[in-house]
């Protein structure tokens, strides 16, 4: 009778999928767990009578299907803690060279550095273009060990690097009456100052003050003819700055104040901000003539206003340090055209000239000293940026994401891992929070996807059915004890 093999091949098969049941109940709190249901076939019928008159011969397991489903996602406190929160696979190379993908995030530094798994299989990643953030070049393991910023020097003012001011100068300021001299500053020459610390090249620090003096007004020259005034001939609510610095940075005495570069700041009659120039020192001569027409007395240098350079939108102060001379850019804010109705420029995000004390809102600074990696912090998009102890912040990698055409044709090789398969089809490489791959969730970990109360109901089911099948092994039996019995 065919029922006795019908019935043990139920036995074998509800048996196994008992066996994937457990295994799903088992890893409920497998980290990124995927969960498997087992599809049943029959097996081939066998013709008893004719086409019409088949029987089957059983049950078998056609495939176990794995669940890709996402699980629920978990805060942790650990910034390599790595959850995918959408489609792809990380991918990790072992220590033979072999590939793998993985949904557990729980990364970790081994003793040389490297990103790698509980088990010792590298993150793999690739390197970023630190202005795009695109990344570059073949993949590789992620060692952060040892990293290091390299120095930069402050900004000279391309694209308004430098130091960037954002400052009021008290409109109701008075003029100071002794003339300032640039060989040998003193306080009673100045207004305001403040002072901000800048980077040469090789990550040295020095402190450069940047002090403003109120400018006399300059009525405006009258055109005989017509009476009126000539336009450009008048100068109103004008600031000189200078850049000042001991004179010890440049091989001069220790402790004596001197201004090495400066300018003028032009504001409006409503206190905006209207251009920021540069300056140069100019050594009066007598019968000397300034640029205005006006009589130069002897003195200390003299500073007349200079246009910016070409190429550059901000004024810049040349710093002649001994070892390496340093020009820096000094962003004091977009100005306006108060006469030009079309210049929708406001002239106060910068330097304004307003009533009340002269403050600093804020002033920055770029470059920094060459630093060591102090931490890390890992955004959406899976670059890996490097905080580093001189207050510089890197992309240093972009971790790596990979998607399958058919992710359940993938191979379990065990420890959350899969290998790729030839019915998977070939792996798709790319950058997280792109096209169809999910963002990296640092801080986080994905959980496993297994579903106690489906589990428990298939246990119940499988278990009944191994049951039945059970069931109608024996009662095959007593039938065929009943035939035997015929005999008697």
Known sequence: MFALKTGASGLTTYGEAMTVVGSNIANVNTLAYKSSRVNFQDILATSIGGVNTKIGKGVRIGSIQPDFSQGNLTPTSMMTDLAIDGEGFFTVRDELGRTFYTRAGNFQFDKEGFLVTPNGSFLLVRDVDPATEQATGLPHAAKLLGFNSPPEATGDGTERSGVNLRVNLDAESELREVQFDPT???????????????????????????????????????????????????????????????????????????????????????????????????????????????????????????????????PQATLPYE????????????????????????????????????????????????????????????????????????????????RFISEQNLLRRGETLFEESLTSGQPINGNANEGAFGAVRAQNLERSNVNLATEFVSMIETQRAFQANAKSITTSDEMMADLVALKR
């Open 323 to 402: 070892d390496l001379p340093l020009v820096v850019g000094l962003d004091f804010g977009e100005g306006s055209n108060p006469d030009d109705p079309t210049d929708l420029r406001t002239g106060l995000e910068g330097f304004t000239q307003f009533s009340g004390d002269s403050k600093v809102f804020s002033i920055e600074a770029d470059g920094f000293q060459a630093g060591s990696l102090e931490d890390i912090e890992i955004t959406r998009d899976g670059v890996v940026v490097g905080r580093f102890d001189n207050g510089n912040n890197r992309s240093l990698f972009r971790i790596m994401l990979t």
């Open 184 to 314: 040998n500053v003193q306080a009673d020459m100045y207004n305001f100052s403040t002072t901000v610390t800048v980077h040469d090249q090789n990550g040295g620090e020095h402190v450069m003050n940047i002090v403003f003096r109120k400018q006399a007004d300059v009525q405006a020259q009258i055109d005989p003819a017509t009476g009126q005034e000539i336009p450009g001939t008048g100068v109103r609510n004008r600031w000189a700055w200078y850049a000042v610095s001991d004179a010890a940075e440049f091989g001069g005495t220790p402790g004596v104040l001197v201004a090495t570069s400066g300018g003028f700041l032009n504001f409006t009659d409503n206190g905006r901000l209207i251009d920021a120039t540069n300056g140069r020192f100019v050594q009066p001569a007598p019968g000397a003539i300034g640029p205005d027409g006006q009589l130069i007395p002897p003195g200390p240098p003299v500073l007349i206003e200079q246009p910016l350079q070409v190429g550059f939108d901000v």
